[in-house]
């Protein structure tokens, strides 16, 4: 599942990276990985971020690593941030097994994890990929979990919240090799 997933995310808990001013993001660096599976190196101005969404990136480019600078500050109050980060999280995801993060961009004006567990889907398992019973837009492994159980359980969430709300459920996750999922 860590090899076949790869998703961007341009978000720090707590806020948006661009714009989370507690941060003070000086130069940024950001290494891709294209589809022939060459790196590549760019600089932050090569891009415009936004919330989950980069400008000027490639079909077949994903981010594969991201160099930070930060104004320096005060070491314990930033190991205390990070703890107080870290429980919050813990308490709302299910760190406790591997997964690819949030797999669905929450629609506008509502969010996916409400959508998936409306459906009843908290708990569904296809092989050893299971719906998170901690937070529905979570996917995690349980154990044995392939790719083909992974997005095979993902187009079933889609199919199901699109059937029940409407609402079709865009993946954050990009889908390397050969993709199972209907366009």
């Known amino acids: 599942m860590k090899n076949k997933m790869n998703k961007l995310k341009i978000k720090v808990f707590g806020g948006k990276s661009k714009e989370n001013e507690k941060l003070k993001i000086q130069n940024k660096k950001l290494k891709l ?66 997964s690819c993060g949030s797999v669905f961009r929450n629609p506008e004006g509502d969010y996916a994890a409400r959508l998936i567990e409306a459906c009843g889907l908290k708990g569904k398992q296809i092989g050893g990929a299971r719906v998170s019973e901690k937070h529905a837009n979570f996917i995690i492994n349980c154990g044995n979990a392939i790719a083909v159980d992974v997005e095979t359980l993902m187009q079933e969430i889609i199919t199901k919240v699109e059937s029940s709300s409407s609402v079709k459920l865009i993946p954050e996750v990009h889908i390397l090799g050969d993709i199972l999922l209907a366009e």
């Open 33 to 98: 990985k294209i589809k022939d599976l060459n790196n590549k190196l760019k600089q932050a101005k090569d891009f415009a971020v936004g919330y989950r969404q980069v400008d000027s990136l490639a079909k077949d480019e994903w981010f594969v690593a991201a160099q930070f600078n930060f104004t320096r500050g005060e070491v314990q109050a930033a190991k205390q941030q990070v703890q107080t980060y870290l429980q919050k999280r813990s308490k709302s995801q299910p760190l406790d097994f591997p």
